[in-house]
């Protein structure tokens, strides 16, 4: 008597090449100690230099925070942006001049699969690169804000997801490393001016105002002045946050619907 095996598929998770995006990159970032340095650093370093300009600066009686409480407390949210932008963008433009994304989407890997694991693994270092900025702005520094400092690593952390998520999108136009870094002044810059960190966006003229509402930063800096006047976290300070977390699924949607393979 014959006895035959049949041989049953092994399963495999549909999120596996997911989870080894993921874990490439962050191996890949494990093993390159100057960008660990710059996003881990940067921001901190950033926000102490923004100490000493205003450790001086008299205090206004009227107001219940002091300058560098105001605006350290919207730099939070901006700094981890700018740096998250700036590495995403050039290290996807990176992996797409040394050839691995070509590789990569000649496999049955998605887009979406692609691009959520170099947002994941970049999500985690900006969570990581948030969480250290906020320490070293209350803890060394003396950050005063009426809410839970909690509130504000949260911020930033989304905040910095959502740079993450906008350099995935911006590297997809760029050709070069070069072209990368150009859509900063294009993307980011005019995010800075608008987002109430320099004038309030109640004061800006009418049709600035209309560009500033379709911004994320703004709903970011928003959410953090909530938290620097507010004990509580309040329903605008979530209504922000979910802004801000839709903008980065837009971008990370759209970065997908523009990722093509590119043939010399």
């Given at each position: 008597?014959t006895?035959t095996l049949?041989?049953t598929?092994?399963?495999?998770?549909?999120?596996?090449?997911y989870?080894?995006?993921?874990?490439?990159?962050?191996?890949?970032l494990?093993?390159?100690?100057?960008t660990v340095?710059?996003?881990l650093?940067?921001?901190?370093?950033?926000?102490?230099?923004l100490?000493f300009?205003y450790?001086?600066?008299p205090t206004?009686?009227?107001?219940?925070?002091?300058?560098?409480d105001r605006?350290?407390?919207?730099?939070?949210?901006?700094l981890?942006f700018?740096?998250?932008?700036?590495?995403t963008?050039i290290?996807m433009q990176?992996?797409r001049a040394?050839?691995?994304?070509?590789?990569?989407?000649?496999?049955?890997?998605s887009?979406?699969?692609?691009?959520?694991?170099?947002g994941?693994a970049?999500?985690?270092a900006?969570?990581?690169q948030?969480t250290?900025?906020?320490?070293?702005a209350f803890?060394l520094?003396?950050?005063?804000a009426?809410?839970n400092?909690?509130?504000?690593?949260?911020?930033a952390v989304?905040?910095?997801?959502?740079?993450v998520?906008?350099?995935?999108?911006?590297?997809a136009?760029a050709?070069?490393?070069f072209?990368?870094?150009q859509f900063?002044?294009?993307v980011?810059a005019?995010q800075?001016?608008?987002?109430?960190l320099?004038?309030p966006?109640?004061q800006?003229?009418g049709?600035l105002?209309v560009?500033?509402n379709?911004?994320?930063?703004?709903?970011?800096?928003?959410?953090?002045?909530q938290v620097?006047?507010?004990?509580?976290?309040s329903?605008?300070?979530?209504?922000d946050l979910?802004?801000v977390a839709?903008?980065?699924i837009?971008?990370l949607?759209l970065g997908?619907?523009?990722?093509?393979?590119?043939?010399?």
């Amino acid at each position: 008597m014959t006895t035959t095996l049949e041989a049953t598929p092994q399963q495999t998770s549909p999120l596996r090449p997911y989870f080894a995006t993921t874990g490439r990159i962050l191996r890949q970032l494990r093993n390159d100690h100057r960008t660990v340095a710059m996003i881990l650093l940067v921001p901190a370093l950033l926000m102490v230099l923004l100490y000493f300009i205003y450790v001086n600066t008299p205090t206004d009686p009227t107001e219940p925070l002091s300058l560098f409480d105001r605006v350290g407390i919207s730099m939070l949210g901006i700094l981890p942006f700018i740096v998250m932008f700036l590495i995403t963008a050039i290290a996807m433009q990176r992996e797409r001049a040394s050839g691995t994304l070509e590789r990569l989407l000649s496999t049955p890997l998605s887009k979406l699969d692609l691009l959520a694991g170099y947002g994941t693994a970049f999500s985690l270092a900006a969570g990581a690169q948030a969480t250290v900025a906020c320490l070293v702005a209350f803890g060394l520094l003396g950050l005063d804000a009426a809410g839970n400092p909690g509130w504000v690593v949260l911020i930033a952390v989304l905040d910095a997801i959502c740079g993450v998520a906008l350099g995935l999108l911006a590297s997809a136009f760029a050709r070069t490393e070069f072209q990368a870094v150009q859509f900063m002044p294009v993307v980011v810059a005019p995010q800075i001016f608008l987002c109430g960190l320099l004038v309030p966006r109640g004061q800006l003229p009418g049709w600035l105002e209309v560009i500033s509402n379709v911004m994320p930063l703004s709903y970011a800096v928003d959410a953090l002045q909530q938290v620097s006047t507010n004990p509580d976290a309040s329903g605008q300070m979530w209504r922000d946050l979910g802004i801000v977390a839709g903008f980065s699924i837009v971008a990370l949607c759209l970065g997908a619907a523009t990722l093509r393979r590119r043939t010399a």
